[in-house]
T-cell receptor, first 118, second 114 residues
Framework: AQTVTQSQPEMSVQEAETVTLSCTYD???????LFWYKQPPSRQMILVIR??????QNATENRFSVNFQKAAKSFSLKISDSQLGDTAMYFC???????????????FGRGTQLTVWP | NAGVTQTPKFQVLKTGQSMTLQCAQD?????MSWYRQDPGMGLRLIHY???????DQGEVPNGYNVSRSTTEDFPLRLLSAAPSQTSVYFC?????????????FGPGTRLTVT
């Protein structure tokens, strides 16, 4: 099984500034994927960024980047040049790779509510 | 592609009533799953399926049934609704082959049980 912990229930940042959301996880799997999902008030789950655990290079998607520290089991999300539209709940999630009963399932953290203010 | 669709978007039930939440995907994904989202709890897995005819329990399966007769559809049944089942329900699908493992989510169903 895997557990995902997000220790910041709420965060706020001023528009155009940079903010980092924290996530730690625990797993016994050798290979897995890590994700950040965004959930705006529309409640649609939107994939923001993903990281394969066996890749050391940190993933980047435009203004979003991650700091993946495998030994520390840490997977933080950095949002640069924050925009009002980034206001949302952000979920960190992990997914084991391979066969077996855990195949395919996502393990979610409890979420961090990010508010971007003008 | 419509992606993952869910119906209804909103539903109010009385305690003891039964209903089925519908989920369909048109991406030929083998893997489908149901999550529930409660405030402060993140998303928790209810049931999942790795292909037609194969289902299994997730983290919080009690009070829910599923079946998978086709690749496209994965309905979730509430047999006798309880107030504790008030939640937002998400259906998701993905391929089970190697890759980046992205799951595609439906828009969710907000269920209230009174």
């Amino acid at each position: 099984a895997q557990t995902v912990t997000q220790s910041q229930p709420e965060m706020s940042v001023q528009e155009a500034e940079t903010v980092t959301l924290s996530c730690t996880y625990d797993t016994s799997e050798n290979n897995y994927y890590l994700f950040w999902y965004k959930q705006p008030p529309s409640r649609q789950m939107i994939l923001v960024i993903r990281q394969e655990a066996y890749k050391q290079q940190n993933a980047t998607e435009n203004r979003f980047s991650v700091n993946f520290q495998k030994a520390a089991k840490s997977f933080s999300l950095k949002i640069s040049d924050s925009q009002l539209g980034d206001t949302a709940m952000y979920f960190c999630a992990s997914r084991p790779v391979g066969r077996g009963s855990t195949l395919g399932r996502l393990y979610f953290g409890r979420g961090t509510q990010l508010t971007v203010w003008p | 592609n419509a992606g993952v669709t869910q119906t209804p978007k909103f539903q109010v039930l009385k305690t003891g009533q039964s209903m089925t939440l519908q989920c369909a995907q048109d991406m030929n994904h083998e893997y489908m799953s149901w999550y529930r989202q409660d405030p402060g709890m993140g998303l928790r897995l209810i049931h999942y399926s790795v292909g037609a005819g194969i289902t299994d329990q997730g983290e919080v399966p009690n009070g829910y049934n599923v079946s998978r007769s086709t690749t496209e559809d994965f309905p979730l049944r509430l047999l006798s609704a309880a107030p504790s089942q008030t939640s937002v329900y998400f259906c998701a699908s993905s391929t089970t082959t190697a890759g980046l493992g992205e799951q595609y989510f439906g828009p969710g169903t907000r269920l209230t049980v009174t």
